[in-house]
């Protein structure tokens, strides 16, 4: 075991990846002698050449698109989009290409490309460096979208989805990119996709969360503990497939849900979760399922702290539930 | 139309030696069958379409010599992206044809299992990548393959086609400029035939050829008569020889002309000028190329009537058994979405499906 914050075990499953299998490759905007904006791929330039560590040109639905290109001829293709806020160019060869070749092609093509890029708020960047945007894809059949909130999660998740046959996006949270620290297994190391993992057990509520609202939800779960709830928090870790049996086991163990995203409130994951519930464990819930997500406004600039899910909100939440 | 393409066969089937690729009489007949053999199929599909036996239908008339000429250019494990009017492409590499016709129907005989509509076949034995209706979404899946055989030490080359239209998407600029840089063996083939659907060349682009776009990439681009079967062969040849020695990416610019509708949904008589497919008749791609080899003494009018008869009875028995393959499963909507077969969430909604309301 290493401590590490959840960057560094990002950079650490690419190398231990690329140093297993010489078929992976990363590609991007900065990705090679920079080591990308947030150093996600530093020191790989060097370990493995500038053929396997591809600069590319500026342009994400080229790096997407001959990311494609490798996977279909055999590579485990790596890319990079620096920001999420920046995949749009790219969304075309996601939805309509990645996502599709396996099926179109009656499983002679698959193409598993596993794009990774920073989401979310947290480094005050306005609209084109913020945004949540994870429903869109998640939306979109054939694509996986996976999002770690720990270190060990990062390696292990990021592993497995390399390993895979599938096509996936990999969701880093930016704002616990270095704040997140924890112990990372050395050398090998997977976690299985579309499985979630209890955060906390608790027996009064449930909050169901992902990504750089976990560690909001834990400090929500210590406001509410002082007041005498009991919170368990459940992580994702992957929003698809996601894992349908751990949700009803904590909200029939609770009865009362609560579900943190940072993303536009209206038709986000947390809808999806919230539609699940009321149509598989309706029986069980005490109260009504409340939401805790980011607005539906463009993501701002100076009021972010505003417009992210905080602990004081998401105890309001559960405050709402428990009392209900 | 301000380029002056290169031409080898002239309109009365004399040829130019400049640029003559000197092929075999063998193999000259041999592109004539593929291009007469396209050309049976492709009426044979527009008329099934036309009685309701398959629903649409993207025909290729017209643009023989341009798609033979090309592909023949090609090495046998070199890879094909296609777009539309590349499907040709498949019966040169040996797809079966009734492969081609179950595609085309939709059935359980389709090795896409009736998930796209028709013409969007996919053939990996062949190399023949699978395409979206996506335009220009295909060339930097080429680029893309074209490193990665590079990376393994592969000397293959990726033929990328594309259309007119397709020059105008940011995928064609993403992929030329890709090419570009990576320096990669990748040879575009533009079959450039004057009509995206209904939008003229001239509205598509001001610049006075496709070809001339490559040297804004860093590489080279040529126009070609797209009509004339051995001009296509002789610059697509050299283009891929090149990149196949490491000599980085290439263009060649098919001037050509689509001489039915875009597809058999389309009617080309509300937007085209009249005349203007009355005058390409005479340029027909197959009749020029058959005068030619009649001129070598190549082809002969019994050589004709035996190859129609023969290739017309293969198309017949190849709807006949296409068409003896029932619908596909009802459970393989559910399969191929990820690997590993159908997963819990999928597994589910399949349970949704009563088999007696879904019964063909």
């Known amino acids: 075991m290493a401590t590490m914050t959840l960057i560094q075990a990002v950079n650490d499953a690419l190398k231990t990846e690329m140093r297993r299998d010489d078929r992976v490759v990363v590609l991007g905007e900065d990705v090679g002698k920079k080591g990308g904006v947030f150093l996600a791929t530093e020191g790989l330039y060097d370990e493995f050449g500038a053929d396997r560590v591809i600069d590319t040109p500026l342009a994400e639905s080229g790096i997407v698109g001959t990311a494609i290109g490798m996977a279909l001829y055999g590579l485990k293709p790596v890319p990079e989009i620096q920001f999420m806020d920046f995949i749009y160019p790219a969304f075309d060869q996601i939805v309509s290409e990645l996502a599709k070749f396996r099926y179109r092609s009656g499983g002679q093509y698959p193409a598993p490309v596993v794009i990774r890029t920073p989401y979310g708020g947290g480094i005050k960047g306005g609209h084109y460096h913020s945004q949540s945007t994870e429903a869109f894809f998640v939306h979109t059949a054939g694509l996986k979208v996976v999002v770690p909130s720990t270190p060990a999660d990062a390696k292990g998740l990021l592993a497995s989805s390399i390993r895979g046959d599938d096509p996936v996006l990999f969701l880093e949270p930016k704002a616990i990119y270095r704040t997140a620290k924890g112990e990372v297994p050395e050398g090998e190391h997977l976690v299985p996709l579309g499985k979630a993992r209890v955060v906390r057990p608790g027996k009064n509520v449930s909050i169901v969360a992902y990504g750089a609202m976990i560690p909001r939800c834990e400090k929500a779960a210590e406001l509410a503990a002082a007041k005498g709830i009991d919170v368990e928090i459940l992580d994702l870790r992957t929003l698809m497939p996601y894992d349908g049996d751990a949700i009803l086991e904590t909200v029939s163990k609770t009865g009362r849900l609560v579900v943190v995203y940072e993303a536009a409130r209206t038709c986000g994951f947390g809808a999806e979760v919230s539609a699940f519930v009321a149509e598989r464990a309706i029986e069980y819930l005490e109260a009504p399922i409340v939401r805790v997500a980011g607005f539906d406004t463009p993501f701002p600039y100076s009021l972010e702290h505003v417009y992210v899910p905080d602990p004081n909100r998401i105890l309001a939440a559960i405050e709402k539930v428990a009392h209900f | ?360």
Not at chain 2, 18 to 41: C, H, T
Not at chain 2, 73 to 90: C, H, N, Q, S
Not at chain 2, 108 to 123: E, I, K, L, W
Not at chain 2, 283 to 293: C, E, Q, S, T, V
């Open chain 2, 1 to 360: 139309m301000k380029t002056k393409p290169k031409r080898v066969i002239g309109t009365a089937g004399k040829t130019c030696p400049v640029n003559d690729p000197r092929l075999s009489g063998e193999i000259q007949k041999q592109l004539y069958r593929w291009m007469a053999l396209i050309r049976a199929f492709d009426t044979k599909m527009l008329g099934l379409q036309r009685q309701g036996r398959i629903g649409f239908y993207g025909p290729i008339k017209g643009q023989e010599a341009a798609t033979v000429g090309s592909a023949a250019a090609f090495e046998k494990d070199d890879w094909i992206f296609p777009a539309l009017r590349e499907g040709g492409v498949t019966l040169m590499r040996g797809f079966p044809m009734e492969k081609i016709v179950a595609q085309l129907i939709g059935n359980a005989g389709d090795a896409c299992r009736g998930r796209q509509m028709p013409c969007h076949y996919t053939f990996r034995e062949g190399h023949y990548v699978s395409m979206s209706s996506v335009i220009a979404t295909q060339l930097p899946h080429a680029v893309g393959a074209a490193y990665a055989a590079r990376l393994r030490g592969h000397r293959i080359v990726v033929a990328a086609y594309l259309g007119d239209g397709a020059t105008s998407e940011n995928d064609f600029h993403t992929a030329m400029n890709f090419a570009g840089v990576w320096r990669v063996p990748v040879v575009f083939v533009c079959q450039n035939n004057q009509w995206a659907i209904s939008v003229p060349f001239e509205k598509q682009t001001a610049a006075s050829s496709i070809a001339v776009k490559a040297s804004a990439y860093g590489f080279e681009g040529v126009r070609v008569d797209g009509n004339d079967v051995l001009a296509v062969y002789s610059a697509t040849r050299a283009a891929a020889d090149k990149a196949r020695a490491g000599g980085g990416p290439a263009l060649v610019e098919c001037l050509t002309y689509r001489m039915e509708g875009h597809s058999s949904s389309d009617d080309p008589t509300k937007y085209r000028p009249a005349g203007e497919a009355e005058s390409w008749v005479d340029k027909d791609p197959i009749a020029r190329f058959r005068r030619h080899l009649e001129s070598l003494q190549l082809w002969s009018d019994e050589d004709e009537s035996s190859f129609q008869s023969v290739i017309a009875d293969a198309i017949a028995q190849a709807v006949d058994t296409a068409e003896r393959f029932g619908p596909p499963s009802v459970a393989s909507l559910f399969e191929d979405v990820c690997s590993n077969g159908i997963p819990p969430h999928l597994r589910e909604q399949l349970a949704e499906v009563s088999p007696a309301v879904h019964r063909p």
